[in-house]
C-alpha cells in the first residue's frame, strides 16, 4: 500500500556546509545502480530514532543522471520533532539507512521556454538538481536565491562560480531584496516560474505573479510542511481495531505505522494528498496542517491528512 | 524460454491464430458472470508463471507478425505516431525501460550493452543490432519512442503530469479499439475519456485519475478493458473505419465462431522516473469464439456476460447489432453450470 521497495543505502560522506545545514551523500548497498529521478523529486528517509520511526522528505540535489550517489541537504530545526536533529547528531558515515524511491510534486515544465526560479534558504536543493537537469538539456533558465546572510547560504559559490551569468545571490541582512515585479515584468512570452522557500516567499511570489497577470497554470511552488510537534492525543482505527496514542514529537501517520498499520503516503508534508483518511465519527476539534483538503472538507470533519494535522478532543474515530 | 514466432497476418487473408499455449495463457477479463465499469486497477510486478502478467512486456508468440503489421499501418498513415516537442525525454524514458526489461526478462532474445552514453541494442527476433547514443536523436533511425515501439507489441500513449492533470503528448497507436492518436494529441484526462458512457456518472474517472497522478516510480500498475471484434484486425481505428466497419456485417450464423473475435487489452502504467510523465502501454489480445469456449468455464461466462450487459456498452464497444447472433451461438456452450470465482480455468472441474 504505501508504494514501491525501499532502498539500502549506506551514508557516504557528511558535509557540514553552514551553521545550520549539512549535506549527506547515499550510496546503494547492493552495489546496484540508483534510479534516475527527475529535478525536484524528493525522496523519503527513515530514520530509527529509539523505539520511533521517523520519516522525512528530503529533495534530492545530486544529478538526476548520477545513478552512484545521491545527495540531500538537511537544514537543522532546533524548535522541530527531531528529525533534522537526529540526522545531524545520530547519523555518521558508514551508516545504512533505508529510502524511498524519488517521487517527485516540484516537476518542471518542459514546454517551458524559459525557467525562472525563485529559491529562499533552504528552499535551493530542488533547483540544483534541476538545472543539472536543464543544463543537459541546453534550456534557458534563471535563478535568484536570497539567503539571511553570507555565512548561512549554501551553495552560493558553487553555483556562482558555474552560472556567473544565470544566479543572482541576495543576502537579507545586506537589505538586499528581490526586485520581483520588475524581475516578472521582464520575462519572455513562454516563462515558467517556479518558487521554493519559506511560506511567506511563496505567498509574495505567488501573489505578486497573481497581480501581474501571470497563469496560474505556469506557477509552480514546493511547500513542505513538517510536522508540527502537539500535544498527546488518542485515537482509534475502526478497520484494524486498534487504540493509538499519538505522542507530543510524533505525528499521527507514525503513530498508525507504529501501531503496525500499513497506510499510504508520498510527501509525508502535506501536499500529495495520499495519506487521505476518512474520519467515522469524532468529538473534539481538528487541528488541520495540510494544504491539500480545501475549506469545505477542512470543516466538514470527514477527512484527515495524518501526516502533518492533529486533533484535540475526547474521541477520533478513523477508517483505517 | 523457446517461442516459436507464428507467420501470420492481421489483414486481408487473416492468418491470425492462437496456440493452444496462446490459448490457455489468454487474458480473460471476466472475474464474475456480469461486468461493469469499476477501477480494477492493481500492482504490475509478476504474476503467475507463463501468464501474459509475469514480465513487464509480455512478448508471445504474435511479436513478429504484429511489428511487421505495425510497420505497415506507419507507412499508410505517419500520423499513428506522433510527439509533441517537449516529450523527447519521456521518449527516452520509454527506451530505456523497455531495453532494460525486456533484456532482464528476456535474455536469449534480447541484450542490452551499457557503456556510459555508449549503447548496443541486441533484438534476435527482428533481427536488429544497432549502436547508439543514449539522449542523441540523431544517432537513431526513429525519435526514441518510435524507434523503441517499432519493436514492441501494443501501442504506447506517453502522458505528460501538470496541473494535476494528464496529458496525452504523445503516443504510437496502431492496434487500437477505435480511437484516435491523431484526434486526441494534447488532450488531457477527462477530455480524451469523454465519449466513454455510463463511468463518468460514477465518478471512475476522477477517482483513476487520482490514482495514476499517484504511481510511484518502481511500482507499476495494470488493469484490463475488452470489446468485440469482426476478424482479427489489430488496427480498428477511426481512421479506416471505412475499411473495416464493413466488415462487422459479414457474421453470419456459420462463420461467427471463427470470426468474431474477444479482444482484451492489457493496459499497463510505469512512471517514467527522467521526465516524470507516464507511459500507458496497451497490449491487444485477439481470440476468437470458437477458441474461447474450448475453456468451458470462459464460454459459460462469455455468454452471460455478453447476454447482460447494458444496451449502452454493447453499442459503445460496437457489438450491440451481432449481439443476438453472438449470443445464440455462445448459448450452445452455456449449459447453466456455476463458474468458479476468479479469471482463470479450472482444469479440475471441467475434466467431464
Redesign the interface.
Given at each position: 500500500m504505501s508504494g514501491a521497495e525501499k532502498i539500502a543505502v549506506r551514508v557516504s560522506d557528511i558535509i557540514p556546509l553552514t551553521d545550520l545545514v549539512t549535506r549527506f551523500e547515499f550510496k546503494p548497498i547492493n552495489g546496484e545502480l540508483l534510479p534516475t529521478f527527475s529535478g525536484g523529486a524528493h525522496t523519503v528517509v527513515e530514520m530509527q530514532d529509539g523505539d520511533t520511526i521517523r520519516r522525512n522528505p528530503y529533495s534530492l540535489m545530486s544529478d538526476p543522471f548520477d545513478q552512484s550517489t545521491y545527495t540531500i541537504s538537511v537544514r537543522r530545526d532546533d524548535e522541530g520533532r527531531g528529525g533534522s536533529l537526529f540526522m545531524h547528531t545520530q547519523v555518521s558515515v558508514g551508516d545504512e539507512m533505508t529510502i524511498s524511491n524519488p517521487v517527485n510534486l516540484f516537476s518542471l515544465d518542459l514546454r517551458a521556454r524559459k525557467h525562472l526560479m525563485i529559491a529562499g534558504g533552504i528552499g535551493i536543493t530542488p533547483f540544483l538538481a534541476q538545472i543539472k537537469q536543464l543544463d543537459r538539456a541546453h534550456a534557458n533558465w534563471e535563478l535568484h536565491y536570497a539567503s539571511r546572510n553570507a555565512a548561512l547560504g549554501s551553495y552560493v559559490s558553487e553555483l556562482t562560480t558555474q552560472h556567473p551569468n544565470d544566479v543572482n545571490i541576495y543576502y537579507d541582512e545586506e537589505k538586499q531584496a528581490i526586485d520581483l515585479d520588475n524581475l516578472l515584468e521582464g520575462q519572455p512570452l513562454g516563462t515558467h516560474l517556479y518558487v521554493c522557500g519559506p511560506k511567506g516567499m511563496i505567498n509574495w511570489v505567488r501573489g505578486t505573479a497573481d497581480r501581474l497577470g501571470w497563469a496560474s497554470e505556469v506557477v509552480h511552488y514546493e511547500e513542505f510542511l513538517a510536522p508540527q510537534p502537539g500535544e498527546r492525543f488518542q485515537v482509534e482505527l475502526a478497520i484494524s481495531n486498534k487504540m493509538i496514542y499519538v505522542g507530543e514529537n510524533e505525528s499521527l501517520l507514525e503513530a498508525i505505522e507504529a501501531a503496525g498499520v500499513d497506510a499510504p503516503y508520498l510527501c509525508r508534508g502535506g501536499a500529495c494528498g495520499q495519506c487521505e483518511t476518512n474520519v467515522v465519527s469524532f468529538d473534539g476539534e481538528f487541528l488541520h496542517s495540510d494544504h491539500w483538503l480545501d475549506d469545505d472538507e477542512k470543516a466538514s470533519g470527514e477527512k484527515i491528512m495524518p501526516c502533518v494535522s492533529r486533533f484535540n478532543g475526547k474521541t477520533l474515530v478513523l477508517e483505517r | 524460454m523457446n517461442i516459436k514466432f507464428n507467420d501470420e497476418t492481421f489483414r486481408d487473408d487473416y492468418t491470425f491464430h492462437n496456440s493452444d499455449w496462446a490459448i490457455q495463457r489468454f487474458p480473460f477479463p471476466f472475474h464474475e458472470d456480469h461486468y461493469m465499469y469499476a477501477v480494477n486497477m492493481e500492482q504490475h510486478r509478476g504474476g503467475p508463471e507463463g501468464s501474459v502478467y509475469e514480465k513487464r512486456f509480455d512478448v508471445d508468440e504474435h511479436y513478429v507478425a504484429e511489428m511487421r503489421d505495425r510497420a505497415m499501418v506507419l507507412a499508410d498513415d505517419p500520423l499513428r505516431c506522433q510527439s509533441l516537442?517537449?516529450?523527447e525525454?519521456a521518449g527516452w524514458d520509454l527506451l530505456e525501460l523497455i531495453m532494460v526489461s525486456k533484456s532482464e526478462d528476456y535474455p536469449d532474445l534480447f541484450e542490452l550493452h551499457r557503456n556510459g552514453d555508449h549503447w548496443r541494442w541486441v533484438n534476435k527476433p527482428l533481427g536488429i543490432d544497432d549502436s547508439f547514443t543514449f539522449?542523441d536523436e540523431t544517432t537513431l533511425p526513429y525519435g526514441p519512442m518510435e524507434y523503441i515501439t517499432r519493436q514492441t507489441q501494443g501501442d504506447f500513449a506517453l502522458l505528460?503530469?501538470?496541473?494535476e492533470n494528464l496529458w496525452m503528448d504523445a503516443g504510437i497507436v496502431t492496434t487500437q479499439a477505435d480511437w484516435s492518436l491523431d484526434f486526441d494529441i494534447g488532450m488531457n484526462f477527462f477530455e480524451w475519456h469523454a465519449p466513454v458512457p455510463l463511468a463518468h456518472e460514477k465518478g471512475i474517472f476522477v477517482r483513476a485519475l487520482?490514482f495514476l497522478l499517484?504511481v510511484?516510480?518502481?511500482?507499476p500498475g495494470r488493469r484490463l478493458n475488452w470489446t468485440m471484434t469482426v476478424n482479427p484486425l489489430l488496427d480498428t481505428s477511426p481512421e479506416n473505419y471505412h475499411k473495416w466497419g464493413i466488415q462487422k456485417s459479414s457474421l453470419t450464423p456459420d462463420n461467427v465462431g471463427q470470426k468474431q473475435y474477444l479482444r482484451v487489452e492489457l493496459q499497463t502504467f510505469f512512471r517514467l522516473?527522467?521526465?516524470?510523465g507516464l507511459v500507458f502501454p496497451i497490449r491487444c489480445y485477439l481470440i476468437s469464439l470458437e477458441d474461447i469456449v474450448t475453456i468451458p468455464k470462459w464460454g459459460r461466462r462469455l455468454h452471460r456476460v455478453i447476454r447482460d450487459l447494458p444496451v449502452e456498452l454493447a453499442t459503445y464497444k460496437g457489438f450491440i447489432d451481432n449481439r443476438p447472433m453472438i449470443l445464440d451461438y455462445l448459448s450452445k456452450f452455456d449449459d447453466g453450470s456455476e463458474t468458479s470465482p476468479g479469471v482463470w480455468p479450472d482444469p479440475q472441474l471441467e475434466k467431464g
Open positions: - | 516537442p517537449h516529450m525525454l539522449m505528460d503530469q501538470r496541473e487520482k499517484n510511484q516510480q518502481g511500482a522516473p527522467r521526465s516524470n
